[in-house]
């Protein structure tokens, strides 16, 4: 059965983005990190990805050369009126304005392959918050933010055994 993973990438001091919403400092060398075993493994057990729609506006409705060629389904109550460059016959777009609706729809895309949770951090907190998720992916990246949006903050009184 497919599970679903949420996958995050945070600095050493936990921040998931900077205090201007940038994760350009996460991300200095993409092309590097989509050579990486990590990636390379996550991109063929994934069968459908879950994002919300904050994450999919970092793209500018341009998703041409996508690493995760599958179903993905954005999470958003306000879904954009052009449709993004770069759907083909594996790549499409569903907006589902709930994130328990969403899941549900990717596992049926997904088949039995993983549905990935990729961002925002909204989006994989709210997953966890209603134990939405099987697994979860932490990439640590070798940089201090300072500020900004915490991973881990905004879980509610839940505690976890991970």
Not at 102 to 112: D, E, H, N, S, V
């Amino acid at each position: 059965m497919a599970k679903v993973v949420v996958g995050m990438t945070m600095s050493l001091d936990g921040f998931v983005n900077d205090r201007q919403g940038s994760v350009a400092r996460l991300y200095p060398d993409l092309a590097a990190l989509q050579k990486t075993e990590m990636l390379r493994e996550a991109i063929a057990n994934t069968g459908a990805v879950v994002m919300g729609r904050r994450a999919y506006d970092m793209a500018n409705g341009d998703f041409t050369g996508y690493e995760f060629q599958v179903p993905i389904f954005v999470v958003t109550h306000r879904p954009p009126a052009k449709a993004a460059k770069g759907e083909n016959a594996k790549l499409s777009f569903t907006f589902v304005d709930d994130l328990g609706r969403a899941i549900q729809r990717a596992k049926q895309a997904a088949g039995p392959r993983d549905v990935t949770i990729i961002g925002g951090a909204n989006t994989a907190q709210q997953a966890i918050r209603a134990r939405l998720a099987d697994e979860l992916q932490v990439g640590v990246m070798p940089v201090l933010l300072g500020d900004g949006l915490r991973f881990f903050d905004n879980l509610g009184d839940n505690t976890f055994d991970l």
